[in-house]
């Protein structure tokens, strides 16, 4: 027989998870930046987060980040639920890779009603947005010292090119099944916007002049330009 997931039913149990969950990495090292007491209730809201999806505790660590203070759920566990509620996705690239109508598309097709929501995202996309990125070096804060390091790009837009175009198609195409999402938003995309959104000390400069705005259809590209004080 399969084991039984555990469920907490008292907010005592779920703080003995976050701090198990804590104390074992599952979010992070703890850092002059953020203690371990500093990430115990992130990890309960994540758990209790999850619970509103149906996860389990340990599923919900894995698969929801909190980024920018929003709860947000990894592509791989949202593709899950989507597939898990019996909803059909399709995928695929067209143009040459890596050229600017290089494009990843995505389909999904409810199986309660048949509705067809498909998105794309291309590298053209990724540039207007100020994503794309092809910087072996990037200049960041060391902490310690407080002053701006080179530092190998660890971005995924650099790293992972090929992971982040589905992940951006597959977020724009999940708004046909937000039901199955409860509305929450793409770990990816809003890693993006929180990296648009932090300091420029923090984080170097991105470009000598400042990338075009995204696409005003784009969710994550209204909530930035709402966080930004009047002019």
């Not at 919900?60 to 990894?74: E, F, P, S």
């Not at 999402?181 to 993006?192: H, W």
């Not at 209204?222 to 004080?229: F, G, V, W």
Request: glycine content about 6%.
């Amino acid at each position: 027989a399969m084991p039984a997931a555990f469920v907490p039913t008292t907010v005592e149990e779920v703080h003995r998870i976050a701090k198990i969950a804590v104390e074992a990495g599952i979010l992070g090292k703890p850092s002059d930046r953020e203690t371990a007491e500093q990430k115990i209730p992130k990890a309960m809201w994540i758990i209790m987060r999850g619970a509103e999806l149906g996860l389990s505790p340990f599923v919900a660590l894995d698969g929801i980040a909190l980024i920018n203070a929003r709860a947000c759920v990894w592509g791989r566990l949202a593709r899950a639920l989507v597939l898990q509620k019996g909803h059909k996705i399709e995928e695929w690239a067209t143009g040459e890779a890596y050229n600017d109508d290089y494009t990843f598309h995505c389909k999904i097709t409810r199986a309660d009603t048949g509705q067809v929501t498909e998105r794309n995202f291309s590298v053209r996309d990724a540039k207007d947005a100020g994503l794309w990125d092809e910087r072996p070096t990037v200049e960041r804060k060391d902490w310690k010292t407080g002053k701006m390091t080179p530092v190998p790009n660890d971005a995924p837009w650099f790293r992972y090119k090929k992971d982040m175009l589905p992940a951006r198609s597959f977020s724009r195409a999940s708004a046909g099944v937000t039901d199955v999402l409860l509305g929450l938003d793409s770990a990816e995309a809003m890693q993006d916007v929180e990296r648009h959104a932090s300091r420029e000390e923090d984080r170097g400069p991105i470009s000598a002049a400042a990338p075009p705005p995204p696409l005003a259809e784009d969710a994550e590209y209204l909530r930035e330009q709402a966080r930004k004080p009047p002019e």
